[in-house]
């Protein structure tokens, strides 16, 4: 049972900047692996940016060098900074974790599976 919770989405000007915030809660005996997916009227979800516990980063071709996935542990809380916003980048933004045990947690480490999605916040660029 993991919950995720979003924020910080809006509407900017072509040019601008937003940094949409993703918490997650769920078992402190896990690890959660953070990323970030957007769906645009009538178009299929895509995924844009992601981060495991590692801090390995991955971004789609149409983000890179503009996007910046960050996470703070101690809150588990995933951040996207979006700059230079394009009109092309309006769409609803979902998080999704994906849940892993931690390094000690070999008694409950089974019960970190499974995939989570946020409500979606919405970033509008004109």
């Known amino acids: 049972q993991v919950q995720l919770v979003e924020s910080g989405g809006g509407s900017v000007q072509a040019g601008g900047s937003l940094r949409p915030s993703c918490a997650a809660s769920?078992?402190?005996?896990?690890?959660?692996?953070m990323s970030w997916y957007r769906q645009a009227p009538g178009k299929e979800r895509e995924f844009v940016s992601g981060?495991?516990?590692?801090?390995?980063?991955s971004y789609v071709d149409s983000v890179k060098g503009r996007f910046t996935i960050s996470q703070d542990s101690a809150k588990n809380t995933a951040y996207l900074e979006m700059n230079s916003l394009k009109p092309e980048d309006t769409a609803m933004y979902y998080c999704?974790?994906?849940?892993?045990?931690?390094?000690?947690?070999?008694?409950?480490?089974?019960?970190?599976?499974?995939?989570?999605w946020g409500q979606g916040t919405q970033v509008t660029v004109s």
């Open positions: 769920g078992y402190s005996f896990c690890t959660y692996d």
């Open positions: 981060i495991d516990s590692a801090g390995a980063r």
């Open positions: 999704k974790t994906v849940p892993r045990p931690a390094g000690a947690a070999v008694l409950m480490g089974h019960l970190c599976k499974g995939d989570y």
